[in-house]
Structures are given as structure tokens and as C-alpha cells.
């Protein structure tokens, strides 16, 4: 999950003091931070289970996050089984459904790629398995899109719940290429054909917040409008359509209460009212050495999913206006004298429109931009997803 690794990145970055002459950078910043980060979960149903392993890198550091490649990992149970995990991609290691048994209990196993080979060990944990979505829904606001979820458990077992989420939107850009520059270098300019659009996109983010909720003070297992997410009203995600993929995952009381802290300590910190940073203490350590901070939760079970996608015509008129992605984008006419730097497809212009001067009925050369302003495929993909309504 992003917000996890988004909070550990400035864990350390407690205070930031400028005098007048020079800058001081506290020894927390520059402090050589090199822990593990773990995320995901050992899927005891038909799902996948997949976890992304990753190291913290200082605050000041190019990059947010360094992958954890080429390490060994296994599932095992405490009826000593053990159940490999392959790398699919840098620092995501997985494996298609288990086929764990609902009794047992299980932990996550991690031989790091270092010189001395480092174990981490998570705690055993059994499996917990999510309770349907009852309902997914959104509600128009003055604000924005609200997105709720509704879920229950009739027999009282779940009571604490976490979720995640994708979001995928549709968008275009500032300005419409109806051509192409011929890729040959020969000719200007052809139109576009269905597969070389680059008008409508399609983007897709992962969700940064925690959300999570508990029914544990309430006589019923209910979850009831819990806000997943909320879309303000100007946002480009609104602007044609928005569509949303929710997880929901039962969780223990001590997972609960791990991922209540580490929001307390990443969302709710704005003022001297609201909770004081503390220390995030996950389930899994270093086996050699216990002082070294290993950020994460490794929780056992099922999870559960729905998706809603919503289009325009649903919510007020005027909405998703936020152009900024587009600033400064401005039309440019080409003339046929001209025409050559779009040959070839030049690297940072594209073709808009024909352009023509009266009464000449023949175009006298092209409306042009750059590919910043015309090319949703910057930004996004031009494939539709295969969930995407015709």
C-alpha cells in the first residue's frame, strides 16, 4: 500500500530549523535508513496471494522507495508446510492460490538479498475471512463524489475491516488531433484511425488512504456508509467517467489496531489537537536482531470486492473542470511551406486540424500543439478497460 510507504519515507523528519546563514539538516534525515517494508497479504481462499517488498531510503533521497529483488520467500504453517513465493516483477513476489486449509495458522518467511542473507519472520496469524460487500454507492455532494460501502457479518465474527482501492477514470486533453504525421517521413498528414487516438484515455491510480471501521461497540456486525473515498467536484476524475475497484479485508484486533495507528500517525497530525505521532509496531521482525524496525503487517484470510462506474451524466453539469495538467497549451497554425517538421512525427508537435484561409478552398496547412496538450497517451493508455462499459 502507497500511504505505508509514503509514511515510513518521513518517518524520521521530526522538525526542520533554518537559521539565517545555513540550513540545518538533522542526523534523522541523513541517518542511513535502510529497513524493510512488507506489504500484503497470505490469501488462505481461490485468490492470489502477493506481497511487495520493499526498503525505506532517506528523505532526501531521488527516489520514494527501492525495491527488495531477488530475496526468498515463503508461506508456511504451523503444521510445517511451506509454500514458495516467485518475483513476478522487482519486489512483488507471488503465487496463484495456495490451497491453505482454513484451520491452520501462517507466517511469512523473507531471506533478504543481502551478504548476510537476513531472516525476517512475521507471527503466526490465522485466517480471517471477509464478509461480503453488501453495497457499494456514491452520493452527489456540493463537494464532490462521495463513495460509501455497506458490509455485515450475521454471525458476529468480523467486526474489524480495512479497504483499498483503484480508481480508473476516463479523460481527454486540452486539444483534439484528428491527424497523424506519416511515420514514414513522406507525407502530412494522415487521419487518425481508431487504434491511433489519442483524445480519449483511460487512467488508473491505487488509493494512498487508510480507511478502515469497526462495528466492535455495536450489538450488530454492521458496517453502514462507510466514505471510501470522496472525488472533489473540479477533478479531471470526473470529468467524463470514474470507475472504482474496492477491497475489503477482515482484520484482528491487533491488525486493526496497527493500521489505526499508522493513520493516526499519517492523516491525523495536522494541529496540536489531533493525535501525537507514536510508535508503529508491526508482526514482523528481524530473527537476529530485534532492535531493527521492520514496517508492516502480515495478516492471513479473504478478501472481498466490488466495483461502480459512474459517468457524467450522473452528477451536476460543470463538473471535472480542472484543466491545470493542461497549462499554457496553445494552438499553433502550420503552414504547407512548414509542413516538414511534423514529418516523421516530430517529437514534440502534433497535428490538430486542417487549416484553411478564404477563399482558398484547398487547406493551406495545419492547426498544431504540442504533444502535452493533444496526447492523452502521455498521461494514460488509449486501450479501454476491459471492465469499461461500450
Not at 158 to 187: C, I, K, L
Not at 346 to 357: D, R, T, V
Given at each position: 500500500?502507497?500511504?505505508l510507504r509514503q509514511f515510513i519515507t518521513g518517518i524520521t523528519l521530526t522538525a526542520l530549523v533554518f537559521s539565517c546563514r545555513e540550513a540545518y539538516t538533522p542526523p534523522q534525515i541523513t541517518a542511513n535508513s535502510n529497513y524493510l517494508?512488507?506489504?500484503?497479504?497470505?490469501?488462505?481462499?481461490?485468490?492470489?496471494?502477493?506481497?511487495?517488498?520493499?526498503?525505506?531510503?532517506?528523505?532526501y533521497a531521488k527516489t520514494t522507495t527501492q525495491n527488495e529483488t531477488h530475496a526468498i520467500v515463503t508461506v508456511e504453517s504451523d503444521a510445517n508446510a511451506v509454500y514458495p513465493l516467485k518475483e513476478i516483477t522487482p519486489g512483488t513476489y507471488a503465487s496463484a492460490a495456495l490451497g491453505l486449509s482454513k484451520t491452520a495458522k501462517y507466517?511469512?518467511?523473507?531471506?533478504?538479498?543481502?551478504?548476510?542473507?537476513?531472516?525476517?519472520?512475521?507471527?503466526?496469524?490465522?485466517?480471517?475471512?471477509?464478509?461480503l460487500i453488501d453495497s457499494l454507492g456514491y452520493n452527489i455532494e456540493p463537494n464532490g463524489l462521495q463513495v460509501y460501502v455497506n458490509a455485515h457479518d450475521a454471525?458476529?465474527?468480523?467486526?474489524?475491516?480495512?479497504?483499498d482501492y483503484v480508481e480508473t477514470w476516463e479523460f481527454h486533453p486540452m486539444f483534439d488531433s484528428q491527424y497523424v504525421a506519416d511515420q514514414n517521413g513522406?507525407?502530412?498528414?494522415?487521419v487518425r484511425t481508431p487504434a491511433q487516438d489519442v483524445f480519449t484515455c483511460w487512467h488508473t491510480s491505487a488509493s494512498t488512504d487508510l480507511v478502515l471501521a469497526s462495528s466492535a461497540k455495536l450489538?450488530?456486525?454492521?458496517?453502514?456508509?462507510?466514505?471510501?473515498?470522496?472525488?472533489?467536484?473540479?477533478?479531471?476524475?470526473?470529468?467524463?467517467?470514474?470507475?472504482?475497484?474496492v477491497k475489503q479485508?477482515?482484520?484482528?484486533?491487533?491488525?486493526?489496531?496497527?493500521?489505526?495507528?499508522?493513520?493516526?500517525?499519517?492523516?491525523?497530525?495536522?494541529s496540536i489537537f489531533d493525535a501525537q505521532p507514536s510508535e508503529i509496531q508491526g508482526n514482523i521482525h528481524n530473527i537476529t536482531d530485534s532492535t531493527e524496525p521492520v514496517f508492516g503487517y502480515v495478516s492471513a484470510g479473504t478478501s472481498q470486492q466490488k466495483r461502480i462506474t459512474v459517468f457524467y451524466t450522473s452528477w451536476p453539469q460543470g463538473w471535472g473542470q480542472d484543466k491545470s495538467a493542461y497549462n499554457n497549451c496553445l494552438k499553433d497554425t502550420i503552414l504547407n511551406k512548414d509542413i516538414a517538421i511534423f514529418l516523421g512525427g516530430a517529437p514534440n508537435q502534433i497535428p490538430l486540424e486542417k487549416y484553411y484561409i478564404p477563399p482558398f478552398p484547398a487547406p493551406q496547412g495545419y492547426v498544431g500543439s504540442s504533444r502535452n496538450c493533444a496526447d492523452c497517451t502521455l498521461r494514460g493508455t488509449n486501450i479501454k478497460p476491459s471492465f469499461w462499459p461500450l
Amino acid at each position: 500500500m502507497k500511504i505505508l510507504r509514503q509514511f515510513i519515507t518521513g518517518i524520521t523528519l521530526t522538525a526542520l530549523v533554518f537559521s539565517c546563514r545555513e540550513a540545518y539538516t538533522p542526523p534523522q534525515i541523513t541517518a542511513n535508513s535502510n529497513y524493510l517494508v512488507v506489504e500484503g497479504l497470505i490469501n488462505t481462499g481461490t485468490d492470489s496471494t502477493i506481497f511487495k517488498l520493499s526498503r525505506t531510503v532517506r528523505l532526501y533521497a531521488k527516489t520514494t522507495t527501492q525495491n527488495e529483488t531477488h530475496a526468498i520467500v515463503t508461506v508456511e504453517s504451523d503444521a510445517n508446510a511451506v509454500y514458495p513465493l516467485k518475483e513476478i516483477t522487482p519486489g512483488t513476489y507471488a503465487s496463484a492460490a495456495l490451497g491453505l486449509s482454513k484451520t491452520a495458522k501462517y507466517r511469512l518467511r523473507i531471506i533478504a538479498n543481502t551478504n548476510t542473507h537476513t531472516t525476517y519472520l512475521s507471527d503466526f496469524t490465522a485466517g480471517k475471512d471477509s464478509p461480503l460487500i453488501d453495497s457499494l454507492g456514491y452520493n452527489i455532494e456540493p463537494n464532490g463524489l462521495q463513495v460509501y460501502v455497506n458490509a455485515h457479518d450475521a454471525t458476529n465474527n468480523t467486526r474489524y475491516y480495512r479497504w483499498d482501492y483503484v480508481e480508473t477514470w476516463e479523460f481527454h486533453p486540452m486539444f483534439d488531433s484528428q491527424y497523424v504525421a506519416d511515420q514514414n517521413g513522406t507525407a502530412c498528414c494522415a487521419v487518425r484511425t481508431p487504434a491511433q487516438d489519442v483524445f480519449t484515455c483511460w487512467h488508473t491510480s491505487a488509493s494512498t488512504d487508510l480507511v478502515l471501521a469497526s462495528s466492535a461497540k455495536l450489538t450488530q456486525d454492521v458496517i453502514y456508509n462507510t466514505i471510501i473515498t470522496t472525488v472533489p467536484s473540479a477533478s479531471e476524475k470526473v470529468s467524463v467517467g470514474y470507475s472504482i475497484f474496492v477491497k475489503q479485508y477482515a482484520l484482528t484486533l491487533d491488525a486493526f489496531n496497527f493500521w489505526q495507528n499508522l493513520k493516526k500517525n499519517t492523516e491525523l497530525l495536522g494541529s496540536i489537537f489531533d493525535a501525537q505521532p507514536s510508535e508503529i509496531q508491526g508482526n514482523i521482525h528481524n530473527i537476529t536482531d530485534s532492535t531493527e524496525p521492520v514496517f508492516g503487517y502480515v495478516s492471513a484470510g479473504t478478501s472481498q470486492q466490488k466495483r461502480i462506474t459512474v459517468f457524467y451524466t450522473s452528477w451536476p453539469q460543470g463538473w471535472g473542470q480542472d484543466k491545470s495538467a493542461y497549462n499554457n497549451c496553445l494552438k499553433d497554425t502550420i503552414l504547407n511551406k512548414d509542413i516538414a517538421i511534423f514529418l516523421g512525427g516530430a517529437p514534440n508537435q502534433i497535428p490538430l486540424e486542417k487549416y484553411y484561409i478564404p477563399p482558398f478552398p484547398a487547406p493551406q496547412g495545419y492547426v498544431g500543439s504540442s504533444r502535452n496538450c493533444a496526447d492523452c497517451t502521455l498521461r494514460g493508455t488509449n486501450i479501454k478497460p476491459s471492465f469499461w462499459p461500450l
